[in-house]
């Protein structure tokens, strides 16, 4: 069965870290782009990073770039986001997504709420 879980999503206060985890079954991450999207209440699915699955590399959007760090470990098939000095305006439901040609899963989602 083909399937992404995300993990670690949580309250913390402002300028706290957590670490997202994107773990994926019935195919091997690797192979395939991997996006980190989040979506706000009242606003639209917006992107935050992603691994481009032909040359390795990888983009952030510039309201966390510093901040957030994607990395993945293979032997795991798990990516992850660390999320480092957040901030209220992080506050969203966080998905993870893998893309390989007409192949496109996603993950159910991980409340993240930044808040004192």
């Known amino acids: 069965q083909v399937q992404l879980v995300e993990s670690g999503g949580g309250l913390v206060q402002p300028g706290g870290s957590l670490r997202l985890s994107c773990a994926a079954s019935?195919?091997?991450?690797?192979?395939?782009?991997i996006g980190w999207f989040r979506q706000a209440p009242g606003k639209e699915r917006e992107g935050v990073s992603c691994?481009?699955?032909?040359?390795?590399?990888?983009y952030y959007a510039d309201s966390v770039k510093g901040r957030f760090t994607v990395s993945r470990d293979n032997a795991k098939n798990t990516v992850y986001l660390q999320m480092n000095s957040l901030k209220p305006e992080d506050t969203a439901v966080y998905y993870c997504?893998?893309?390989?040609?007409?192949?496109?899963?996603w993950g159910q989602g991980t409340q993240v709420t930044v808040s004192s």
């Open positions: 997504n893998a893309e390989r040609g007409l192949r496109d899963y």
């Open positions: 019935g195919f091997t991450l690797d192979y395939y782009a």
């Open positions: 691994i481009s699955n032909s040359d390795g590399r990888i």
